[in-house]
């Protein structure tokens, strides 16, 4: 089975793992992140159900551990997904592998011409199965999400992001970003406000990414700040808000968005943030998705119908109050030892907790500074190396004078006074025994 994230790629697992316990079906998880050894070892132990990204699949089967000629069924689940991440070539190729008499089957939330045209080439006698609501006008319109659109100043948004994360009948929520940075920025806020809150984005560690999955999912954290990489499949139960802190790119981006919420007939509350810069974004989403938000209405964070709209109690504040802090937080939930192949990042945002440091010795990347540098007393600069006996000028000894008594004695030589020529139009100047 190959899927475009790593965290879809858990989740599957844990859901195979679910259905197939009575049949004692062996599953495997391979993804990038992870040391190879383990799933190397899983792979020699024999399985049954292998789940993975392409990436790390290829690489497997490059180096000879996985062989795809023994495949009788492909599962490519978020198709899209993986197209719009530049998985095309690896899918071509991971499908070009496997055995002519198999099955495929390939999932997707949307059919752009690249998945229409990769099923007519690689699947045989293909039946379209389309899963949801006919006459519902546009994709977003799921009834159980209620949407809120608000235009709002971004200086603004963290103290209205901390108010809407204290409404009635909230539970856990994700909030969504554009960058990786923003996330990081949101997070950090988020906890200083008193929030238990965690970032998960690609430049994380796979541990950390799992881990603030897992603080989320256990409740020990109730925000989790993402990047558009949890957009896609994640299933988490009790999601009841959804906040895009920053417009989505497209009505595609922003359906996968809200949908974490809203979940197996459960309702939800979907909540978008529009700066003065992205309205004209917004408005393509909103006409794409046939909505009723065409003209966001300006709101701040003492406006009384965003109050009134998200359940807001009056008077609250954007910093959660000290009794009201229940929540363990993301350090109550231990970090797991998977081998990661990638750095680790800080709380400041650093890696390895080596922001200016190299790795050895506690010394500053870059040059060596070990070079021991002198200067004599006129202030020009001289080398340390060399014979002491002996003064440069204009590259050779000739004409030097001989260094003081004792400079050949020391650790350190004494310092070598170095010649400046003077010339004029190619002519020598007097004033050459001046030292510079």
């Known amino acids: 089975m190959v899927v475009p994230t790593r965290e879809l790629a858990i989740q599957v697992a844990a859901d195979l793992g679910t259905a197939g316990k009575r ?154 970003c554009q960058t990786k940075r923003a996330c990081d920025k949101v997070a950090a806020d988020l906890k200083d406000r008193g929030f238990a809150a965690a970032a998960v984005h690609g430049d994380l560690g796979q541990s950390q990414r799992e881990r603030a999955l897992r603080a989320f999912r256990a409740g020990k954290i109730d925000v989790l700040v993402a990047t558009d990489v949890a957009a896609r499949g994640l299933d988490v139960d009790d999601v009841t808000h959804v906040v895009n802190y920053e417009c989505p790119e497209d009505e595609k981006t922003y359906t996968h968005r809200i949908g974490r919420t809203g979940r197996a007939g459960r309702s939800g509350t979907a909540v978008t943030f529009i700066s003065w810069q992205e309205v004209a974004r917004w408005k393509l989403i909103n006409t794409a998705l046939d909505l009723p938000h065409t003209d966001p209405l300006e709101t701040y964070s003492t406006s009384p119908h965003f109050f009134e709209e998200m359940g807001i109690p009056e008077g609250t504040k954007g910093r959660l109050a000290a009794d009201r802090r229940e929540r363990a937080g993301l350090e109550a939930e231990e970090v797991e030892d998977i081998g990661d192949t990638g750095r680790h990042r800080t709380e400041r945002g650093g890696k390895d907790g080596r922001e200016e440091r190299g790795s050895k010795g506690g010394e500053r990347r870059g040059r060596s500074r070990n070079r021991r540098r002198t200067r004599s007393s006129g202030g020009a600069p001289a080398s340390a190396s060399g014979d002491t006996g002996k003064a440069a000028e204009g590259g050779s000894g000739a004409g030097a004078k001989p260094e003081p008594d004792g400079a050949s004695g020391g650790e350190s030589p004494a310092p070598r006074r170095r010649r400046r020529r003077r010339t004029r139009s190619g002519v020598e100047q007097p004033g050459n025994d001046q030292a510079q």
Request: hydrophobic residues 40%.
């Open 23 to 176: 049949t004692g079906g062996r599953i495997l998880t391979v993804y990038g992140g992870r040391a190879y050894e383990p799933q190397i070892d899983g792979l020699k132990d024999g399985i049954d159900i292998v789940v993975g990204t392409p990436g790390r699949l290829l690489d497997l089967e490059n180096q000879k551990h996985l062989s795809l000629r023994d495949v009788s069924a492909v599962v490519l689940d978020e198709a899209d997904k993986m197209l719009d991440l530049g998985f095309l070539p690896d899918i071509k190729k991971i499908l070009s592998k496997i055995p002519d008499e198999r099955q495929v089957m390939l999932f997707s939330a949307t059919m752009p011409s690249e998945i229409v045209s990769l099923s007519r080439n690689y699947l045989r006698r293909p039946t379209h199965v389309r899963a949801g609501d006919d006459d519902e006008p546009g994709q977003a319109r799921i009834l159980d999400i209620s949407q809120h659109v608000f235009r709002t100043h971004p200086m603004d948004k963290p103290e209205m992001l901390g108010r809407l994360l204290q409404a009635e009948n909230r539970g856990l929520t994700m909030v969504f």
